[in-house]
């Protein structure tokens, strides 16, 4: 392979695979810099993304300040100040003070709709092109760089290339091998109802948990409600319709049942969690992945799409800082490797946590709840809100 390098006198093309959160804000921090031309290849017919929200912390809104960002996202999203913990029968467990917590690294922790995020991420992207429909096939390294194969028959030449393509990313099964995702154990429903009951109030999330299942809701900035909820898998067939989950948090305290059936078909979303086991290497000559592609994570600490919009950021850094393109990707795998598995891990510790089952092993964790949540809470954000220049 060649290597693609990087001068004053000529201008690297850079193909980012997938116009995801990662992908965008790659393709942003890039084309900052004129020597670059920057092309995002999306197989959606729109880069919008799939619906719901997202609760983006203050690392990643650090992060996005450094691509004059935050501000925009800030604006468009509600900041949470609180996470309230309750059990199944209601009692509050814990108080979380998130946005404390998180004003003292000197950013906010929001919650956004997904498709927003993404329509601020593509409207700050004048000079890159955005080919949408462009569904990656394989990818040909050579001596002049990276050919690119679509479904369509279509190909293009770029001198690197990025798989920011998410957690089935074709282009890390190129790079890496077929090795099968992992299973959380569990299925998350995701949902954005415009009827916000009484009582809601903006800036408090509530997670409530149960004998197994999970509830978390938050108020989004136009009012409507943003919810995820969990389902234990343990050999159980999953649950598929809207009326089945109904049943299971039909008698959990209000609103949640009301939120459930109010929530419009559009907005309703089931995804099997799974993640992978962090690796150690990403890349090989003018290719690397980034994102979920690279280091995905459950989503038990809502930091899968922080830690992709850090990653793009250092890729920036570190590609518009080298001398050669490739020499950049380097870089940016060694620096975004340790902290990204550690956050992995992390959130797969959570999960395997937050799945246990069984009436008295749950009345335990309500009462560890009580007694130590906070701290812990407190100790793993603190070092995951200081963000990747700590
Ligand atoms: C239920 C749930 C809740 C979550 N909540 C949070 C949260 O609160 N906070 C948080 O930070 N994270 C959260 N996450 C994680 C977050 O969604 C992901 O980490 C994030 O979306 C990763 O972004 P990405 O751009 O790497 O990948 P993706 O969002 O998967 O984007 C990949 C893009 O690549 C495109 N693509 C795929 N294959 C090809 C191809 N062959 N050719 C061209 N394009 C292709 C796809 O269409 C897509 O647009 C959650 C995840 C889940 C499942």
């Given at each position: 392979m060649g290597a693609s390098t990087v001068d004053s006198t000529r201008a690297g093309r850079i193909g980012i695979v997938g116009g995801g959160i990662a992908g965008l804000t790659a393709a942003i921090a890039l084309a900052r810099d004129e020597r670059f031309e920057v092309v995002v290849y999306e197989k959606?017919?729109?880069?919008?993304?799939?619906g719901a929200a997202l609760l983006v912390w203050s690392n990643a809104i650090t992060a996005l300040s450094s691509i004059g960002l935050a501000d925009e996202v800030k604006n468009a999203a509600a900041a949470l100040d609180v996470t309230e913990v309750r059990s199944?029968?209601?009692?509050?467990l814990s108080s979380l003070p998130i946005g404390t917590w998180s004003e003292r690294f000197g950013a906010p922790t929001v919650v956004i709709r997904r498709p927003v995020l993404l329509d601020i991420l593509g409207a700050a992207l004048p000079r890159a092109t955005v080919k949408i429909g462009a569904s990656l096939r394989s990818f040909t390294p050579g001596a002049r760089g990276v050919r690119l194969c679509f479904e369509d028959g279509s190909m293009d030449d770029v001198d690197a290339l990025i798989g920011?393509?998410?957690?089935?990313s074709s282009v890390r099964r190129q790079l890496l091998g077929d090795e099968p995702t992992r299973a959380g154990g569990y299925d998350a429903w995701v949902g954005i109802t415009p009827n916000r009951p009484e009582?809601?109030?903006?800036?408090v999330a509530t997670a409530t948990v149960g004998n197994g299942p999970r509830f978390w809701t938050a108020v989004l900035r136009d009012g409507s409600v943003f919810w995820y909820a969990t389902l234990n898998r343990r050999g159980r067939p999953p649950i598929r319709r809207r009326e089945e989950l109904y049943e299971v948090f039909?008698?959990?305290?209000?609103?949640i049942a009301e939120l459930i059936a109010s929530t419009p078909d559009t907005e309703l979303i089931r995804t099997q969690i799974r993640d992978r086991l962090p690796v150690d290497?990403?890349?090989a000559g003018p290719v690397t992945l980034l994102g979920d592609a690279a280091h995905p994570s459950t989503p038990d600490l809502g930091q899968g799409a922080c830690q992709a919009i850090e990653s793009a950021i250092v890729l920036g850094e570190c590609v518009r800082g080298s001398a050669q393109i490739e020499g950049g990707f380097r870089e940016y795998e060694q620096r975004r490797m340790p902290r990204t598995a550690a956050i992995s891990r992390l959130c797969w510790m959570t999960a395997s946590n937050s799945t246990i089952e069984g009436p008295l092993v749950c009345r335990l964790r309500d009462v560890a709840i009580r007694v130590g949540l906070e701290s812990i809470a407190r100790s793993s954000l603190q070092w995951i809100l200081a963000g990747h220049a700590q």
């Amino acid at each position: 392979m060649g290597a693609s390098t990087v001068d004053s006198t000529r201008a690297g093309r850079i193909g980012i695979v997938g116009g995801g959160i990662a992908g965008l804000t790659a393709a942003i921090a890039l084309a900052r810099d004129e020597r670059f031309e920057v092309v995002v290849y999306e197989k959606a017919p729109e880069a919008r993304g799939r619906g719901a929200a997202l609760l983006v912390w203050s690392n990643a809104i650090t992060a996005l300040s450094s691509i004059g960002l935050a501000d925009e996202v800030k604006n468009a999203a509600a900041a949470l100040d609180v996470t309230e913990v309750r059990s199944a029968g209601g009692e509050l467990l814990s108080s979380l003070p998130i946005g404390t917590w998180s004003e003292r690294f000197g950013a906010p922790t929001v919650v956004i709709r997904r498709p927003v995020l993404l329509d601020i991420l593509g409207a700050a992207l004048p000079r890159a092109t955005v080919k949408i429909g462009a569904s990656l096939r394989s990818f040909t390294p050579g001596a002049r760089g990276v050919r690119l194969c679509f479904e369509d028959g279509s190909m293009d030449d770029v001198d690197a290339l990025i798989g920011a393509d998410g957690l089935h990313s074709s282009v890390r099964r190129q790079l890496l091998g077929d090795e099968p995702t992992r299973a959380g154990g569990y299925d998350a429903w995701v949902g954005i109802t415009p009827n916000r009951p009484e009582g809601l109030r903006t800036g408090v999330a509530t997670a409530t948990v149960g004998n197994g299942p999970r509830f978390w809701t938050a108020v989004l900035r136009d009012g409507s409600v943003f919810w995820y909820a969990t389902l234990n898998r343990r050999g159980r067939p999953p649950i598929r319709r809207r009326e089945e989950l109904y049943e299971v948090f039909r008698d959990w305290p209000a609103p949640i049942a009301e939120l459930i059936a109010s929530t419009p078909d559009t907005e309703l979303i089931r995804t099997q969690i799974r993640d992978r086991l962090p690796v150690d290497q990403w890349g090989a000559g003018p290719v690397t992945l980034l994102g979920d592609a690279a280091h995905p994570s459950t989503p038990d600490l809502g930091q899968g799409a922080c830690q992709a919009i850090e990653s793009a950021i250092v890729l920036g850094e570190c590609v518009r800082g080298s001398a050669q393109i490739e020499g950049g990707f380097r870089e940016y795998e060694q620096r975004r490797m340790p902290r990204t598995a550690a956050i992995s891990r992390l959130c797969w510790m959570t999960a395997s946590n937050s799945t246990i089952e069984g009436p008295l092993v749950c009345r335990l964790r309500d009462v560890a709840i009580r007694v130590g949540l906070e701290s812990i809470a407190r100790s793993s954000l603190q070092w995951i809100l200081a963000g990747h220049a700590q």
